[in-house]
């Protein structure tokens, strides 16, 4: 993103459908994968429950964009840019709880797939539910398997995604501004979802670097 950020700051929904990052240095790419690599290898090496819970709740308290100038230029096939994306999944159920637990849930009644299963959160998926998916999703990230994680979180994009497209064809009559947004929101969290699915194999392949 181009926004230059000084405080933490809430993100609203269409600035989660267009954060993307932009080609840069090598030096920052190095930073990158150095950070990603040491922050999972010492906390998994440590196991402390109280350093997970930080790190989970990280971005609550201090803004997304500390995350985003770490990780978000990088790759999504590198260990960064897989961090980056299971981040902002989050970010994306926290900043609008209910709206989220709505598009996901519609894309459990709608998809047909065992992605409901892969993502583990109740059916039906309140606003609550979600929430404690997003938290579980971050904590196997850092104290559980790196793979399950990751696609739970494409799991859960994917549904999401589904919702987002059948509420678009819904409302594109009557609220065809809703619509293009939603259609827009559906096409970044498919590619987020097949982004995350891909980092997952790597990972297992031990090419997640």
Known sequence: MADDFHKPTLMAGHRF?????????????????????????????GSDPAVVERLVHFTDEH????????????????????????????????????????????????????????????????????????DLILRGV???DLAIALERAASFCRLAARGSTSVANDVEGTEPARADALTRRALRLTTMADEL???????????LD
């Open 63 to 134: 803004g997304l964009e500390t995350v985003a100038e770490l990780w978000s230029h990088s790759r999504p096939e590198t260990l960064p840019g897989a961090l980056w994306r299971v981040y902002l999944t989050r970010a994306f159920i926290t900043h609008d709880a209910t709206e989220s637990s709505w598009l996901f849930q519609r894309g459990v009644d709608e998809l047909g797939t065992i992605d409901p299963v892969v993502a583990g959160a109740a059916d039906p998926a309140g606003p609550a539910d979600v929430l404690e998916l997003s």
């Open 197 to 207: 699915t891909a980092a997952a194999h790597l990972w297992n392949d031990a090419a």
């Open 142 to 144: 850092f104290d559980g």
């Open 17 to 45: 459908d267009v954060f993307e990052g932009a080609p840069d240095p090598a030096q920052r790419s190095r930073a990158a994968h150095e950070t990603a690599q040491a922050l999972l290898s010492r906390v998994r090496a």
